[in-house]
Nanobody
Framework: QVQLVESGGGLVQPGGSLRLSCAASGRFFSLNTMGWYRQAPGKGRDLVAT???????DYAESVKGRFTISRDNDENIVYLQMDSLKPEDTAVYYC?????????????????WGKGTLVGVSS
């Protein structure tokens, strides 16, 4: 099993910055792609950014040039640096990973989600 714990959310004014962190723990063979998703009030959960174990990143069009995803493979942490925040970035941000576990039957791939951290952007 893999546990994901997000931190770093809060309330910030438009144009401000926040840095989210997500720490993974548990018994796993490897963490493959890690990423951030967000869910605004009354809307579905949308992709924000993902990063592979090798460091290849992908972003939603709405955050390109403002958000930067990174990861520390030794510490099993993924970060999301959010700059030039806008009111429309207000949402609960969720960490996600697909992990490879070792079981008695061999390797098993599974998806895991954190519980989310709230980001609010308002003047």
């Amino acid at each position: 099993q893999v546990q994901l714990v997000e931190s770093g959310g809060g309330l910030v004014q438009p144009g401000g910055s926040l840095r989210l962190s997500c720490a993974a723990s548990g018994r796993f063979f490897s963490l493959n792609t890690m990423g951030w998703y967000r869910q605004a009030p009354g809307k579905g959960r949308d992709l924000v950014a993902t990063i592979t174990r090798g460091g290849s990143a992908d972003y939603a069009e709405s955050v390109k040039g403002r958000f930067t995803i990174s990861r520390d493979n030794d510490e099993n942490i993924v970060y999301l640096q959010m700059d030039s925040l806008k009111p429309e970035d207000t949402a609960v941000y969720y960490c996600h990973t697909d992990a490879t576990l070792v079981t008695g039957a061999g390797f098993l791939a599974n998806n895991y989600w954190g519980k989310g951290t709230l980001v609010g952007v308002s003047s």
